[in-house]
């Protein structure tokens, strides 16, 4: 079947814009992570949805991020009053409930001018 | 809080040849999983292999092996007969087990992985 996918592949914007990445999971996974990746760095982790519901934000690192997973399937990780330094790789990744291994996407790469 | 450290930044291998990559974690739960991710340039994460912690049999996938030592908190990936498209940045990953849930990755800061010809 089809695997995780991402929209758009690549974005770029400008400081102080509004930007939206779409994720799409794996059909029947119920957990949904999202990601960052930073140059030269290893993902780190932004937030988890179980469902319809985000059961660990935790590493969200700004209230500027916010994500929602409305139908708990497709997700949108939202970023407020872009800056430079959210320039990344944002990956998501999948699940099925209580499985231990996670799939992931090709990722989204921002750049913030 | 757990982490994943991967001390090697850049690795390289002849073709045919074994390498071994190595990664070290800390954590204070006794149930967890273990993990080893490839991400070509392409920046797909692929699963290469993962472990069980409660398992002391060392997990196998075909050309790719781990030395799980637990006590030592260390976890290498072994790849024998390496291959051309084996080249990429190997990511080492930690999971902590739950019950009836799911839990994010932390990851290392991954190694780089240069195949010769």
């Known amino acids: 079947g089809a695997g995780v996918s991402q929209t758009p592949s690549n974005k770029v914007t400008e400081k102080g814009k509004y930007v939206e990445l779409r994720c799409d999971p794996i059909?029947?996974?119920?957990?949904l992570y999202w990601y960052r990746q930073s140059l030269g760095q290893g993902p780190e982790f932004l937030i988890y949805?179980?469902?319809?519901?985000?059961?660990?934000d935790s590493g969200l690192p700004n209230d500027r991020f916010f994500a929602v997973r409305p139908e708990g399937s497709v997700s949108t990780l939202k970023i407020q009053r872009t800056e430079r330094g959210d320039s990344a790789v944002y990956l998501c990744a999948s699940s099925l409930y209580r499985e231990e291994t996670q799939y992931f996407g090709p990722g989204t790469r921002l750049l913030v001018l | 809080a757990q982490t994943v450290t991967q001390s090697q930044p850049e690795m390289s291998v002849q073709e045919a040849e074994t390498v071994t990559l190595s990664c070290t974690y800390d954590?204070?739960?006794?149930?967890?999983?273990l993990f080893w991710y490839k991400q070509p340039p392409s920046r797909q994460m692929i699963l290469v292999i993962r472990q069980e912690a409660y398992k002391q049999q060392n997990a196998t996938e075909n050309r790719f092996s781990v030395n799980f030592q637990k006590a030592a908190k260390s976890f290498s990936l072994k790849i024998s007969d390496s291959q051309l498209g084996d080249a990429a940045m190997y990511f080492c990953a930690y999971r902590r087990r739950v019950q009836g849930g799911s839990e994010k990755l932390v990851f290392g800061k991954g190694t780089k992985l240069t195949v010769n010809p």
């Open positions: 949805f179980q469902g319809t519901g985000a059961a660990d």
């Open positions: 059909s029947g996974h119920t957990a």
């Open positions: 954590t204070s739960e006794s149930d967890y999983y």
